[in-house]
């Protein structure tokens, strides 16, 4: 009788722990694919790990091991659910390192908190009920040389079983790899996020081999050959790119209620000389921000797991910024944040990159406290950056300047002052949807009152805008919004954010749809940087044989594919793995491009 209640307890832990992992992989699995659940791998790997964390309670006996074990695993899993409802991937190991970030962004942290997160400390509670009666010391010790039997055949069925999965597709490494291409959100749910971290740390030193060297060269000599632009370009001397944090595209002329979202860019959209596309398919990953400007300035995806920026310093990049320098010799670029040096390495990628100054939080005055950890708003911060450029130091007259201004009051879970609200909205829209629309219109006057100093100066004449968002702001709330009766009319089900040329040499209203990766070659035109020799991954919308389409973090087909060839769209995917390959093994540090391509 004590040999099958020792049994009973066990299979109750170990169970436990396996609706915990299955818990963890629905919630995950209703927002992007239940695929994961058609692998054998997927119960294996669980079951194999309840187990393993079972083993132990055998020799400790104690209640605590399970409180301290089941809540260890709860809040494990609940956080990644939390940041991948946010960067659609488990938290990368060097985030874990970065922790001290998250500082800034709290509120985001826990606005990713759902009803369903309770299920995972219920699991543990459960368990303790059902065994609140039972001596688990005294019967435990008595049975332990049976119940240690019995688990060691409990790991030893999954693990041959998972043994020989994994050698069927070549080992643990190519058996994830091939998820990556049709299956890319599967690889956690499918082997944990213990699976995932593995694979994330056999990727950490990849070799630069003969065999990489010309996959990367492969790939790029597929790519579609650039035809000459069927017009002149008159570039102009000067550049000012405004990164807008989460900006999107569907509030661009956009009324709700009678009232416009954006007025002042609205109003602007409608001047000649405007370059305005406003499907730009957002292609950043877990590091967000700082993954929309390696897609901005260097025409390179992000890479598969952590950021760039930690994982990968100080190695070499082609950028726009070089690019502008190298065509206007004597040329300066500059970064205006209000973010620390510190928040995903920014410091090192202005030097990567090629900026010759960088001005973070620190140079700036909090005299405008907006969001939840009462950062500068964006109004403030542009004015601020208005006075700055208006100085011969940082934005000679009669130079060549570009410079990036990157702002913050955007960010979720979108939240300003009541005195920085400019429009209001009903109570019969969501309260998210409705948070985000007066912080849309907030940004929008604030980038207006931006762009009239800049206009009223006579420095700035021959000065291109460029305006765009690092990436949308929804993340997995979008899907609800959407299907709210009367969101649905109002925000859009995909992830676009706008790009928008003030001031450019060419006028042109792209309507079809593009990568935030294809933004990098059409800057590079518009600046008229046609001799720099990398293009990017991506394709100028400018160029006749640029595709309508663009491939997601997610491995999605977004946009139209008509009469495109199946190997094409293949090349699109395998770009980002490829991009991995060029960041992570620092091609271009190792190789150097000699002739235009």
């Known amino acids: 009788m004590k040999h099958m ?108 908190l759902r009803w369903l997160d309770l299920g995972f400390p219920l699991l543990t509670i459960l368990f303790l009920i059902l065994t609140r009666k039972q001596n688990l010391a005294i019967l435990l010790r008595e049975q332990k040389k049976q119940s240690f039997k019995f688990l060691m055949w409990c790991v030893c069925i ?64 597929k790519r579609p050959v650039r035809q000459a632009l069927p017009f002149q370009i008159e570039a102009r001397d000067n550049c000012i790119i405004i990164l807008a944090e989460s900006f999107e595209s569907w509030v661009l002329e956009k009324t709700v209620e009678g009232k416009e979202i954006t007025p ?44 760039y920026s930690a994982r990968f310093p100080h190695h070499t990049y082609y950028s ?125 006057y604030a980038v207006g009152q931006f762009i009239s100093f800049l206009r009223s100066q006579k420095k700035f004449e021959n000065t291109m805008i460029v305006i765009t968002g690092d990436h949308e702001g929804f993340g997995l709330t979008r899907k609800p919004l959407y299907e709210h009766p009367l969101g649905k009319n109002i925000i859009s089900p995909e992830r676009f954010t706008p790009l928008i040329v003030l001031n450019s040499p060419v006028h042109l209203r792209y309507e079809k749809v593009m990568g935030q990766v294809d933004m990098y070659p059409t800057l590079l035109d518009l600046i008229g940087a046609d001799t720099y020799p990398w293009r990017g991954l991506g394709q100028s919308i400018l160029s006749p044989e640029k595709r309508s389409f663009a491939i997601s973090p997610q491995m999605e087909i977004i946009g139209d594919t008509v009469g495109v060839a199946a190997a094409e769209i293949h090349h699109a995917k395998d770009a980002w793995r490829i991009s991995d390959l060029i960041i992570s093994c620092d091609y271009f540090g190792k190789e150097k491009l000699l002739e235009f391509k």
């Open 5 to 112: 209640q020792s049994r009973k307890i066990l299979w109750l832990f170990i169970g436990c722990l396996f609706f915990k992992f299955i818990l963890f992989d629905l919630d995950w699995c209703l927002n992007t694919t239940f695929s994961s659940f058609s692998f054998p791998q997927t119960y294996l790997v669980k079951f194999l790990l309840a187990v393993l964390f079972a083993i132990p309670f055998l020799y400790i006996r104690s209640r605590w091991y399970l409180v301290v074990i089941g809540t260890l695993v709860d809040i494990l899993l609940i956080v990644n659910l939390m940041y991948f409802r946010t960067y659609y991937t488990s938290i990368p190991w060097d985030s874990y390192f970065l922790a001290g970030n998250l500082a800034d962004f709290t509120a985001s942290v826990f606005d990713s």
């Open 158 to 221: 999954p693990l041959i079983s998972l043994g020989g999965i994994l050698a069927y597709y070549g080992g643990y490494k190519k058996a994830y790899d091939a998820l990556l291409t049709d299956y890319q959100t599967c690889g956690t749910p499918i082997y944990t996020i213990f699976g995932s971290l593995y694979y994330e740390h056999i990727q950490d030193k990849p070799e630069y081999t003969p065999l990489v060297k010309k996959e990367i060269e492969d790939w790029l000599s």
């Open 264 to 307: 002042n860019l609205n109003r602007m959209l409608k001047e000649e000389n405007v370059l305005y596309a406003p499907y730009v398919q957002t292609q950043v990953k877990g590091s967000r921000s700082i993954d929309g400007q390696l897609l901005l300035h260097t025409g390179l995806l992000p890479i598969n797991y952590g950021a």
């Open 320 to 444: 726009i910024d070089k690019a502008f320098k190298e065509k206007y010799e004597g040329g300066g670029t500059c970064c205006l944040t209000v973010d620390k040096k510190v928040v995903w390495n920014v410091a090192i990628v202005a030097q990567d990159f090629g900026y010759d100054k960088l001005l973070d939080k620190p140079y700036f005055v909090l005299d405008e406290k907006t969001g939840p950890r009462h950062r500068l708003g964006d109004l403030s911060f542009l004015r601020q950056c208005g006075k700055k450029l208006a100085t011969e130091e940082l934005f000679p007259a009669g130079g060549h300047t570009l410079v990036q201004c990157v702002t913050y009051s955007g960010h979720s879970p979108f939240v300003i002052p009541e005195e920085s609200k400019r429009i209001n909205f009903s109570d019969n829209l969501p309260e998210r949807l409705k948070n985000y629309m007066v912080v849309a219109n907030y940004t929008d």
